[in-house]
């Protein structure tokens, strides 16, 4: 089974300001696809951003962009200019390319913006 | 453009009842999930289905059982609930050709 580990559980980011969340995952896939996913405080599940592996370029949606080390297999999401609407738990997610779509998330990181 | 929904949102049961969770979906998706969301767990892949009438476990399917007669349906069923199954439940479906899902608002579901 693939392995998707985030740290630091908790952060926080003052307005207007730069974070950065960290994940690493394991595969001996050479091909995948990552996700960022937002859970706000309603609880809906919603994609921020998605990267395939064969891409080199790192995907960019507005103010998320991601940087992704395929060799260090590394996928980590900045959010600049954070927003309070911002404030979520972000989980990383991994799809292989022959496991039926199937997504494996890491434990998530709260990210909390201040006023 | 109802999406995917499911039902009930909200659910109390006691131990050792069965309960079952439904999810349904509009866009006539092939493939369908069952995650459980627990704190400290992220979201945890419970059963899924690339197909009517195929299905295959996940991480954690025990004590679980799910059926999918029909393209757009996709129940969940805790045969005889425990307290350990206390958590929330979401359900997603892809089409498979773009590789991503889409939720559910998810069920918070608590057995006493």
């Known amino acids: 089974a693939q392995t998707v580990t985030q740290s630091q559980p908790e952060m926080s980011v003052q307005e207007a300001e730069t974070v950065t969340l960290s994940c690493t995952y394991d595969?001996?896939?050479?091909?995948?696809?990552l996700f960022w996913y937002k859970q706000p405080p309603s609880r809906q599940m919603i994609l921020v951003i998605r990267?395939?592996?064969?891409?080199?370029q790192n995907a960019t949606e507005n103010r998320f962009s991601v940087n992704f080390q395929k060799a260090a297999k590394s996928f980590s999401l900045k959010i600049s200019d954070s927003q309070l609407g911002d404030t979520a738990m972000y989980f990383c997610a991994f799809m292989g390319d022959y496991g039926n779509n199937r997504l494996a998330f890491g434990k998530g990181n709260q990210v909390v913006v201040i006023p | 453009d109802a999406g995917i929904t499911q039902s009930p949102r909200y659910k109390i049961t006691e131990t050792g009842r069965q309960v079952t969770l439904m999810c349904h979906q509009t866009?006539?998706?092939?493939?369908m999930f069952w995650y459980r969301q627990d704190l400290g767990h992220g979201l945890r892949l419970i059963y899924y289905?690339?197909?009517?009438?195929?299905?295959d476990k996940g991480e954690v399917p025990d004590g679980y059982v799910v059926s999918r007669s029909k393209t757009e349906n996709f129940p969940l069923t805790l045969e005889s609930a425990t307290r350990s199954q206390t958590s929330v439940y979401f359900c997603?479906?892809?089409?498979?050709?773009?590789?991503?899902?889409?939720f559910g608002p998810g069920t918070r579901l608590t057995v006493t």
């Open positions: 289905s690339a197909a009517a009438d195929i299905t």
């Open positions: 866009w006539s998706h092939s493939y």
């Open positions: 997603a479906s892809s089409d498979g050709g773009n590789h991503e899902q889409y």
């Open positions: 595969t001996s896939e050479n091909n995948y696809y």
């Open positions: 990267q395939e592996a064969y891409k080199q």
